[in-house]
């Protein structure tokens, strides 16, 4: 079992920066893939981005790419999500979600576990 909760949500303007945390519990946190999703109002849950056990393999979202960037400290067993350059498009409220397995995937159905979500505004 793995227990996930995000933090570092708030208000940022267009062209801020936020970072999100994830802290995890649970044993084998270390040997997780983990992800960050987000939902807008009235949408699906969307990809943004994947990090392997190790940190050696690492997917984003065309949509973030260049301006988001995640890392992991497993023995800290945390992971983070440094967001620059927002744009109102990544209002939402973010999820950080672990899989069973060390592989990455942007499937959410792949992930088994998953926190409360943060939410994340971005003001024009």
């Known amino acids: 079992q793995v227990q996930l909760v995000e933090s570092g949500g708030g208000l940022a303007q267009t062209g801020g920066s936020l970072r999100l945390s994830c802290a995890a519990s649970?044993?084998?946190?270390?040997?997780?893939?983990m992800g960050w999703f987000r939902q807008a109002p009235g949408k699906e849950h969307n990809f943004v981005a994947a990090?392997?056990?190790?940190?050696?393999?690492?997917y984003y979202a065309d949509s973030v790419k260049g301006r988001f960037a995640i890392s992991r400290d497993n023995a800290k067993k945390t992971v983070d999500l440094q967001m620059n350059s927002l744009k109102p498009e990544d209002t939402a409220v973010y999820y950080c979600?672990?899989?069973?397995?060390?592989?990455?995937?942007?499937?959410?159905?792949?992930?088994?576990?998953w926190g409360q979500g943060t939410q994340v505004t971005v003001s024009s």
């Open positions: 979600a672990a899989r069973t397995t060390s592989s990455i995937t942007r499937w959410r159905y792949d992930y088994a576990y």
């Open positions: 990090i392997t056990w190790s940190g050696d393999s690492i």
């Open positions: 649970g044993r084998t946190f270390s040997t997780n893939a």
